[in-house]
């Protein structure tokens, strides 16, 4: 971690595990330079999106075989959705909360606005989801963990609510892989997608995952059927016969860099038990609203005060948030912000202890006991992130 | 390039230009380690999308501004069918030939299954396009390059003919780009996609482009429409609202590291005019033609012997060609085999040159000669490319 930096952005970008660039040089160095296009065979990168899927299902409660690596999150919603609606050609509403991130809800948009008439999303607050499954819902879509407030569903109970009315499950696992335990398996729903470069370290950009339940993968009609999905695909068939199981989740030819990047990046978890992690984030975050809550009083929790419904993050309203924002990652102490008012903090325990939390709460005392924020430099939204 | 190695693949994968590790490193180690999430204003990785965007532009004839990297060429081949049936409501054929790349088919068949009943993808042989653009065709897509032989479309021509008939164009450009002079303005297409791992030597797995004509680029539909493509995806409004012009077509998180290894691939082709490309190019496939047809009578030319109609490879039919260009690949001589019995070879004059032609074929000679093809070993179908 640089000089003088806390870092609590975790979870919109994790740090770079220290082997990945060695690892990403040979890729270029004595893959593709030396063997070229010799690499897809010899250095196995054909083979990479199953292999990195099988890492990052461990961490998830998947089995082996059920994710494969690929395309970006959006993409992979994108997957899941269609081959969710296909399997209830009787229905036609996408229910999602208010609380899900805004390009998942965009992709069901497009999506729904590419089908026949009569096609819907449905959208409500977070709380009243359980509700909103009725009998015409054909996909319930929701995100794991609130990109905004860390508020968690419970995915057992509403992935149970969702089949006991008939309807498909799509679990977004944007802030839940390598930050919370998941039980995939066990919470029994159809399809999950997540992404790697938040709490996996992947890197910016690193390729996004999608799960099928195994009973289901050889069911699933890809909507994207990329050669790589096919079952053949160096056959050149001219028609698309998908490949058995997750494999046909597979679109175009893989990023070679990115997906070694993420590779090296999943070592970090060898032997790493999602429990202690838990344990741990638990922990910092508890301390943290704590001494927010003590020496920051112009902050309001916008997370959950109860950890057991709060993923791996902290959120505080403040009215000037952007601005409050800027002015402490110019002081080192990083988060993020969202609108309209969201100051967020990420709690990644492989990498901070008590002591960063308490110096990051001693940065934001200062900045906003004295007004720090109040500066025009911060309040110019330049920012594209 | 290794030692001993002539490397006639640069169609399929294009080898590493030097300068592309160290700024992957930098990318990796200054940006990645050190900015962490302020990367993505500080180092622009941002706007990689666009700016590479202009850089492939400028080799295909197309305008500042109309051309945005990103995803797979599958995925953008999806975008462009997708947005361009909505241009034609009241249409419903997709018009293909078979000479076109399987993945673009495949993607075709995927997206038709998704649609309302009637949809259709009609596929002939490349000689009967033409007169295969009907008045019920909504989008003709074609590949410029055939992958097998080479044989090249009139991209003029074609649009022409589509658009008399009402129809909308998409030119797959992957075998095109940084291979031969493309004036994509000057087809006056709609949409036009490809690929950067071949002839640009973006590295495995580099991302794809997607173009559309200005005058149509801001009332295209997005249907893949992930927030990347919003007018204001940090704003995180719940409804999508696609960005001016070409932007729409970005979906979700960039590749970083792939985005920087392209951006830094581009350079080679500062200053490069690719009429002398083309020039040079046509002059070491007469010469292999020449060589080969002289030296190797096993092998049958299956590209157009018309330079003016064929990209830049060349390939040859014979029946155990899988076998027999393992043999060569054991021996140096890198093409690659497309079943069911192509051997192709590409010719990159960035890197190649005519001494090289005649090394290759006089290993050529040898193999086919001697029939040293004749090995188990070579016959093993285990490669994946």
Redesign the interface.
């Known amino acids: 971690m640089?000089e003088g930096?806390v870092?609590l952005?975790g979870n919109?970008?994790g740090?770079?595990p220290k082997s990945?660039?060695e690892r990403?040089?040979g890729v270029?160095?004595e893959e593709?330079?030396?063997m070229?296009?010799?690499?897809?065979?010899k250095a196995g990168?054909?083979?990479m999106p199953s292999e990195v899927g099988n890492a990052v299902g461990r961490l998830i409660g998947a089995a082996e075989g059920t994710v494969v690596m690929g395309?970006?999150?959006?993409?992979k919603v994108?997957q899941a959705l269609?081959a969710g609606l296909?399997m209830r050609p009787d229905r036609k509403v996408i229910l999602s909360d208010?609380g899900n991130?805004?390009?998942d809800?965009?992709?069901a948009?497009?999506?729904v606005?590419?089908?026949?008439q009569g096609y819907e999303l449905r959208?409500v607050d977070p709380e009243d989801v359980a509700e909103a499954i009725g009998e015409d819902v054909a996909v319930v879509m929701l995100t794991e963990v609130d990109y905004r407030t860390g508020r968690k569903h419970d995915m057992k109970t509403v992935t149970e609510l969702a089949h006991a009315a008939g309807a498909v499950m799509v679990w977004d696992l944007a802030h839940s892989a390598g930050a919370i335990p998941v039980d995939l398996a066990g919470s029994n729903c159809e399809f999950a997608v997540g992404?790697t470069?938040k709490y996996l370290n992947g890197?910016?950009?690193?390729?996004?995952f999608i799960y099928i339940r195994p009973d289901l993968a050889d069911e699933a009609?890809?909507?994207?059927?990329?050669?790589?999905g096919?079952a053949s695909?160096?056959?050149?068939?001219?028609?698309?016969k998908p490949a058995k199981g997750i494999e046909r989740m597979r679109?175009?030819?893989?990023?070679?860099?990115?997906?070694a990047?993420l590779e090296e990046a999943m070592k970090v978890w060898d032997g790493v038990d999602m429990t202690d992690v838990r344990q741990a984030s638990v922990a910092l975050q508890e301390q943290f609203i704590k001494e927010v809550e003590r020496d920051v009083p112009e902050l309001t929790l916008a997370s959950p005060r109860d950890a057991s419904i709060r993923g791996s993050q902290v959120s505080f309203r403040f009215e000037h948030g952007y601005a409050a924002m800027q002015a402490l990652?110019d002081r080192g102490v990083?988060g993020?912000f969202?609108?309209p008012d969201i100051m967020r903090f990420g709690f990644t325990p492989l990498y901070l202890d008590g002591a960063n939390v308490t110096a990051a709460v001693a940065v934001m005392k200062d900045v906003m006991g004295n007004n720090l924020w109040d500066n025009e430099a911060y309040k110019v939204k330049?920012?594209?992130?």
């Not at 890197?203 to 996004?208: E, K, R």
């Open positions: 640089p930096v870092y952005d919109s970008l740090p770079m990945v660039p990403v040089a270029m160095t593709w330079a030396q070229l296009i010799r690499g897809w065979n990168w054909m083979s395309d970006t999150l959006s993409v994108y269609a296909k208010n991130f805004p390009s809800l965009y992709i948009e497009g999506l606005g590419l089908l026949e959208t992404c470069y890197g910016p950009g690193a390729p996004a009609e890809p909507a994207l059927s990329g050669w790589l096919h695909p160096f056959d050149f068939d001219l028609n698309y679109v175009g030819t893989p990023p070679v860099l990115q997906m990047a990652i990083i993020d969202r609108a330049s920012r594209v992130t």
